[in-house]
């Protein structure tokens, strides 16, 4: 079989990857062609654009762009015209990914949606287009099944895909000494944070983080980078230059973290499941008066990070918008690093998420599904 699949984040990369690889397995002559990034290649196939160059975050990134997403556009759709897979697999993103679907239908490709966009949240509107254009949904998070089929559309919730990729026990972690030499860290506890992959987040979210070293002088602060974006912009928004930035190791710094601050993402639920207790940060453009016009027409829920959403509570404490400032995320932080009980409910919460993900094996749940679909079709 031939799956052309569109991955257009690092959290779609490494699922994107997964779902590959477990499609190997259920399909030997299986060929790929994708956009995606390292972790895809990795497993074969033919990348015809990394996701480096797709990332854009907020309407404003998104107009300066349109170039650049046009000339992404243009080559997705020539590319799977030539190719001309058996399925089109489709991973979040979905500004890019539902107007793929679109083409796709419209030249009778079978299109698969995996890891579904968050209408649930806000642009509720793009269910419409999803049930015109999405033959199968693939529900990564619990609560998505009732939403989808509440609407009407053919929706099967496989799991979430998150454990398979981290082990909880830790087992293949190098040790706590082993890391501190290797990245030259003082013996201090460490502090993880995680600004983002795009340069749209490390701009907004790493000034405020970065402060709070300066405040802790007792514990250690790390940022976690990524190769995909520019190491620079870490050095240009940081508010201490001399905090090391480790690029690609951000399971390790998690799981030998006292405590991270988060940009709010998969990577909120990354850290959850590691069991790190953490605090997240979001912010988008437009300040104060922008999201008060974005919450009030578009957003549909209570809270931005994963572990609050699935869990339905406050389980970890958001800094959202005009409340993300240095005067507000630093006592938070205190109780972060220093209040064990306030420690002790985070981890008590984590226990109930990790309750509620499902079962693993979700790659290959979703791979056979996927490859059974195909097979019965021809």
């Known amino acids: 079989m031939k799956y052309f699949i569109i991955a257009g984040e690092a959290s779609g990369d490494l699922h994107g990857s997964n779902l590959m690889k477990a499609l190997k397995q259920q399909d030997p002559e299986a060929d790929f062609m994708f956009l995606g990034g390292d972790l895809m290649q990795s497993q074969g196939g033919a990348l015809i654009r990394h996701y480096r160059d797709m990332a854009f975050m907020g309407a404003i990134d998104v107009i300066k ?39 796709a239908r419209k030249e009778g490709i079978r299109v698969f949606y995996y890891i579904l966009p968050k209408v649930w949240a806000w642009k509720e509107w793009r269910v419409k287009k999803l049930k015109r254009y999405v ?21 099967r919730y496989v799991g979430n895909p998150l454990p398979d990729a981290i082990d909880p026990s830790g087992a293949e972690t190098v040790s706590r000494a082993e890391f501190l030499r290797s990245n030259g860290l003082p013996d201090k506890p460490l502090v993880a944070l995680l600004p983002g992959s795009r340069a749209q987040e ?51 710094m998690l799981r030998h973290a006292h405590a991270a601050l988060v940009t709010s993402g998969t990577a909120t639920l ?24 974005f919450k009030r027409l578009f957003l549909r829920v209570k809270y931005v990070s994963l572990p609050n959403l699935i869990l339905d509570r406050e389980a970890v404490r958001e800094f959202v918008m005009h409340e993300m400032t240095e005067e507000k995320v630093r006592p938070e932080t205190e109780l972060l690093l220093k209040d064990q009980a306030y420690r002790n409910k985070i981890l008590e919460s984590y226990a109930r998420l990790r309750d509620r993900m499902g079962e693993k094996g979700v790659s290959e749940r979703t791979a056979a599904t996927i490859f059974a679909k195909i097979r019965r079709s021809e």
């Open 270 to 293: 990354e850290t959850a499941l590691i069991g790190t207790p953490q605090i997240v940060l979001y912010k988008m453009a437009g300040g104060r008066i922008g999201y008060a016009i």
């Open 65 to 103: 762009n349109l170039g650049k997403i046009g000339k992404n556009f243009q080559l997705a759709r020539e590319k799977l015209l030539e190719y001309n897979p058996d399925v089109l697999i489709l991973i979040d993103y979905p500004g890019f990914n539902l107007k793929m679907a679109e083409f």
């Open 202 to 252: 490390i701009r907004a979210m790493l000034p405020v983080m970065s402060r709070m070293a300066s405040e802790f002088p007792e514990f250690a602060f790390l940022i976690s980078g990524t190769r995909a974006s520019d190491s620079d912009l870490y050095r240009k928004y940081s508010a201490d230059n001399s905090l090391p930035v480790l690029f690609d190791q951000t399971y390790e």
């Open 135 to 155: 033959d199968e949904l693939f529900s990564i998070l619990p609560f998505e099944e009732e939403f989808f089929s509440r609407h009407g559309l053919n929706v």
